[in-house]
């Protein structure tokens, strides 16, 4: 009985480890020169805002200069309605959020910065957010 609680508790740490450190996407496209960390959307009033929060490669910064825009799967350019930058321990940390229509969140969404793409969202339909709540996201299948 001790060998089956041992290794069950070894599968869940296991498990954890692999959930926690775990990249948000697999492949990143290095033009963008930043990858995502995660993503936090909260519904408000049938709208919802979606904050992205960044992590610049080690040596390479975030170009201002460059247009910052998610894609929708529509077609759609939505620039952020909020911007955040700091820098943390040698790397740059932007932060951006988005206002966009639940029609916006219905198909595949694109994160167009410093002239690279990154997948911010791969799965169709809404995602499931409890009442007046929000939820954060550390992996693109939302």
Partial sequence: MQKILVLAVLGAACFAAWAWLRPYAWQVDPAARCK???VAVSE????????VFLKTNE??????TRAVKIETAAGREIKPADFHYAAQAGSERPRLKFWLESADLVGRLELCINGGKLVLKSNEGLPQ?????NRRFT???W
């Fill in 36 to 38: 995502i960390e995660g």
């Fill in 44 to 51: 408000d009033h049938g709208y919802y805002w979606v904050e």
């Fill in 59 to 64: 040596g390479e910064g975030f170009d201002p």
């Fill in 129 to 133: 957010i409890a009442r007046a709540g």
């Fill in 139 to 141: 992996t693109h299948h």
